[in-house]
């Protein structure tokens, strides 16, 4: 069975930084995309950027580039995303999520989440 | 990239079907088979109902369907249930990014 069990909720204060984890099991890590979805409170899913842990060949969405880093330990079975230094606007919940896809044009494409995680909450306030 | 567009809400009484439309353009809907939707009920994880426009993951009712026209994609749940009150969210790749809509709120009357 497919397991995603994330970091517990964390309270933070402007400009500090953070990174949040993601422990996955039941499946081969290195092999498959794993990614971060953000919900911000009352607003709907955005998606940030997908890792292959195999090779840490990362993308992230446009919105997101430059601002989190997603990361990977496939010695550990472990994704990350990491602020450098947070900001209010960041409060929201994050999920992590297998991605897993299809082939276009000859490359394998992950675009869809079949397994996620249970969220972390992130709190940052002054 | 701007996000899908869905309906803020719908509604719809025990055993009914409804339908939640999402609308992309010509770079993302339009022109890849790779839409999916989930199921969001508050304070629990997403859950994949559909992916590449019309196939259900093992374990979704086949009460559950999706289908795609253009650059609109649609989420058809028949024989209503009270348990299928939740947030229903499109999703699109784009080629640079993959996009979810903004989200459809599904009361059960």
């Known amino acids: 069975e497919v397991q995603l069990v994330q970091s517990g909720a964390e309270v933070k204060k402007p400009g500090e930084p953070l990174k949040i984890s993601c422990k996955a099991s039941?499946?081969?890590?290195?092999?498959?995309?794993i990614g971060w979805v953000r919900q911000m409170p009352g607003k709907g899913l955005e998606w940030m950027g997908i890792?292959?842990?195999?090779?840490?060949?990362?993308r992230y969405s446009p919105s997101f580039q430059g601002h989190v880093t997603i990361s990977a330990d496939k010695s550990i079975g472990a994704a990350y995303l990491q602020w450098r230094s947070l900001k209010a606007s960041d409060t929201a919940m994050y999920y992590c999520?297998?991605?897993?896809?299809?082939?276009?044009?000859?490359?394998?494409?992950?675009?869809?989440?079949?397994?996620w995680g249970q969220g972390t909450l992130v709190t940052v306030s002054s | 990239q701007s996000a899908l567009t869905q309906p803020a809400s719908v509604s719809g009484s025990p055993g009914q079907s409804i339908t939640i439309s999402c609308t992309g353009t010509?770079?993302?809907?339009?022109?890849?088979?790779?839409v999916s939707w989930y199921q969001h009920h508050p304070g629990k994880a997403p859950k994949l109902i559909i992916y590449e426009v019309t196939n259900r993951p093992s374990g979704v009712p086949d009460r559950f369907s999706g289908s795609k026209s253009g650059n609109t994609a649609s989420l058809t749940i028949s024989g209503l249930q009270a348990e299928d009150e939740a947030d229903y969210y499109c999703?699109?790749?784009?080629?640079?990014?993959?996009?979810f809509g903004g989200g459809t709120k599904l009361t059960v009357l």
């Open positions: 890792i292959f842990p195999g090779d840490s060949d990362t």
């Open positions: 999520a297998r991605s897993r896809g299809n082939f276009w044009n000859g490359y394998y494409t992950p675009y869809y989440f079949d397994s």
């Open positions: 010509s770079n993302d809907i339009g022109a890849y088979n790779f």
């Open positions: 999703s699109s790749y784009a080629i640079t990014s993959t996009l």
């Open positions: 039941g499946y081969s890590f290195s092999n498959q995309w």
